[in-house]
T-cell receptor, first 117, second 110 residues
Framework: GAVVSQHPSWVICKSGTSVKIECRSL??????MFWYRQFPKQSLMLMAT?????????EQGVEKDKFLINHASLTLSTLTVTSAHPEDSSFYIC?????????????FGDGTRLSIL | QKEVEQDPGPLSVPEGAIVSLNCTYS??????FMWYRQYSRKGPELLMY????GNKEDGRFTAQVDKSSKYISLFIRDSQPSDSATYLC??????????FGDGTTLTVKP
């Protein structure tokens, strides 16, 4: 089955640090990847849609300069949380859809738990 | 009003019970319907994926879509403690982003 790998799985860092999270599609090419944020006992909140070779599309209320997204290849998208602060602590999850038209579902990575001290 | 409504539960059942999970939605343009299972501190795992109305069965899982009522269901037969997780419904119109329910937390007690 389709596999999406996310790294790191857990990161703890000091306030003011920038943190990069990687999302890779291991056995398929993904022109589109999605980045979500999830708070405890809540559902997924879509942050942005990452498009290979072009700018990401951000959801309303998500700061583009705060959450930098780069989708430089068909198998890799990165999310960089710049100058992270404690309120950025959350569970970040990426997903990718297999190619093949509209009828392909999204597959998710295992998420990155970010803790800002 | 949310586009997708899902009862958050929690839902607790004894082992071996049949579990019924449901979502309702308001956007009649939705065509693709998914159910995901999410264990604590893990990403969602795709369980079922259906297009338009009808039923789909995979092992102990059955997904039903009733577009006329804007209602989807996931049934789990012979539930096991390992089925304890949060179940998310999701749906979308075509390519692109999906809209998710808030998830239902299920506990299957031995």
């Amino acid at each position: 089955g389709a596999v999406v790998s996310q790294h790191p799985s857990w990161v703890i860092c000091k306030s003011g640090t920038s943190v990069k999270i990687e999302c890779r599609s291991l056995d398929f090419q993904a022109t589109t990847m999605f980045w979500y944020r999830q708070f405890p006992k809540q559902s997924l909140m879509l942050m942005a849609t990452s498009n290979e070779g072009s700018k990401a599309t951000y959801e309303q209320g998500v700061e583009k300069d705060k959450f930098l997204i780069n989708h430089a290849s068909l198998t890799l998208s990165t999310l960089t949380v710049t100058s992270a602060h404690p309120e950025d602590s959350s569970f970040y999850i990426c997903s990718a859809a297999q190619p093949g038209g509209d009828n392909q579902p999204q597959h998710f990575g295992d998420g990155t738990r970010l803790s800002i001290l | 009003q949310k586009e997708v409504e899902q009862d958050p539960g929690p839902l607790s059942v004894p082992e071996g019970a049949i579990v019924s999970l449901n979502c309702t939605y308001s956007n009649s343009a939705f065509q693709y319907f998914m159910w995901y299972r999410q264990y604590s501190r893990k990403g969602p795992e795709l369980l079922m994926y259906t297009y338009s109305s009808g039923n789909k069965e995979d092992g102990r899982f059955t997904a039903q879509v009733d577009k006329s009522s804007k209602y989807i269901s996931l049934f789990i037969r012979d539930s096991q403690p390992s089925d304890s997780a949060t179940y998310l419904c999701a749906m979308r119109r075509g390519a692109g982003k999906s809209t998710f329910g808030d998830g239902t937390t299920l506990t299957v007690k031995p």
